[in-house]
């Protein structure tokens, strides 16, 4: 089982100078709980999550500021042609919910959720 049989393809980014505004919309609107952070080369500098989101809310109100202010920096990632339990081991290990996936050209392909685990879990628990 690898990384990319179980990732999201094509994931929503955000760009590190987005408000941290159009992110909450964005998670909102799609029932997303991670996003993650591109810069201007469209490699990934970071991830944001809805409870980071709320936090800066509480914090910073009104006030117009940058994602990469309220982001988790640096960013774990996997190749998608990695074994699936390197994943959930790096997961486990870090105790994060979520990775984006990098293809062979390193820019995010994807990303691999708890949920995604817990699809791979079915499966298996079905065989």
Not at 79 to 93: D, G, H, I, R, T
Request: include cysteine.
């Amino acid at each position: 089982m690898l990384v990319s049989d179980y990732m999201s393809a094509a994931p929503v980014t955000v760009r590190s100078n987005e408000d941290y505004g159009r992110a909450a919309a964005i998670m909102d609107e799609r029932d997303m709980h991670h996003l993650p952070v591109l810069d201007a080369d469209d490699q990934v500098v970071g991830i944001v999550t809805k409870r980071d989101l709320q936090l800066a809310a509480r914090f910073y109100r009104e006030a117009p500021v940058e994602i990469s202010e309220v982001m988790h920096t640096p960013v774990l990632t996997i190749n998608e042609n990695a074994p699936l339990a390197s994943a959930v081991q790096q997961m486990n290990e870090k105790r994060i919910g979520c990775l984006p996936v990098l293809g062979a050209d390193d820019k995010v392909s994807g990303i691999l959720t708890e949920t995604d685990l817990l699809r791979a879990l079915s499966d298996l628990l079905k065989a």
